[in-house]
């Protein structure tokens, strides 16, 4: 079991908005940045967001992060197919003395 | 551009030592930290353990004891070595480097991942 929650799965039409959730605790999201990675199928990681709403050079701005508490989320606005993918979410944990990571979420873009 | 390559065998035997080197090319092996991280096949991200540099080294508490990530600074490498691995230490691992300029423990830049299965 993953240390942050994330739902298995989300869908949307194209087009369309979605955001994905992940929840923590106060030793983890609660007191450390969150990041966001999104893995296209047979391929690395791709970080989408860093410091809890940071993007980086290259990321659209469809892409935004937020955090409230010991929960964190992405939301993507405009889905594209090109944006199926799995996203997870990470973060320090202070307890564990360790980067922990979410269960990832399966997007589709029906 | 840095860009990161994982190598090494792709199978291992139960019990023994997997190793796997990550080469860095496009730019300095120093001032940054540097990551292994793992992915079973069809399952989530696990974070293995960083080295600084100057060969700091921070593991996951859960592989502490087995874990041993080294730097040669010369080769621009850094390496992993897993001890008494077992099939569930069969996965995708991948190198990575924590974002300059932030705390968050962030990945930026990822290798394309090498597959490692353990099995007799």
């Known amino acids: 079991q993953s240390v942050l929650t994330q739902p298995p799965s989300v869908s949307a039409a194209p087009g369309q908005e979605v955001t994905i959730s992940c929840s923590g605790s106060?030793?983890?999201?609660?007191?450390?940045?969150v990041s966001w990675y999104q893995q296209l199928p047979g391929t690395a990681p791709k970080f989408l967001i860093y410091?809890?709403?940071k993007r980086p050079s290259g990321i659209p701005d469809r892409f935004s992060g937020s955090k409230s508490g010991t929960s964190a989320t992405l939301g993507i606005t405009g889905l594209q197919t090109g944006d199926e993918a799995d996203y997870y979410c990470?973060?320090?944990?202070?307890?564990?003395?360790?980067?922990?990571f979410g269960g990832g979420t399966k997007l589709t873009v029906l | 551009q840095v860009q990161l390559q994982e190598s090494g065998p792709g199978l291992v035997k139960p019990s023994e030592t997997l190793s796997l080197t990550c080469t860095v090319s496009?730019?300095?092996?120093?001032?940054?930290?540097w990551n292994w991280i793992r992915q079973p096949p069809g399952k989530g991200l696990e974070w293995i353990g960083y080295?600084?540099?100057?060969?700091?080294?921070n593991y996951n508490p859960s592989l502490k004891s087995r874990v041993t990530i080294l730097v040669d600074t010369s080769k621009s490498q850094f390496s992993l070595k897993l001890s008494s691995v077992t099939a569930a230490d069969t996965a995708v691992y991948y190198c990575?480097?924590?974002?300059?300029?932030?705390?968050?423990?962030?990945?930026?830049?990822w290798g394309p991942g090498t597959m490692v299965t353990v099995s007799s």
């Open positions: 106060s030793s983890n999201i609660g007191n450390n940045y």
């Open positions: 990575a480097r924590d974002l300059p300029g932030t705390t968050s423990r962030t990945f930026d830049i």
């Open positions: 990470g973060t320090w944990d202070s307890s564990l003395s360790a980067v922990v």
């Open positions: 080295l600084f540099y100057s060969g700091i080294t």
């Open positions: 410091e809890n709403n």
């Open positions: 496009g730019g300095s092996i120093s001032r940054y930290y």
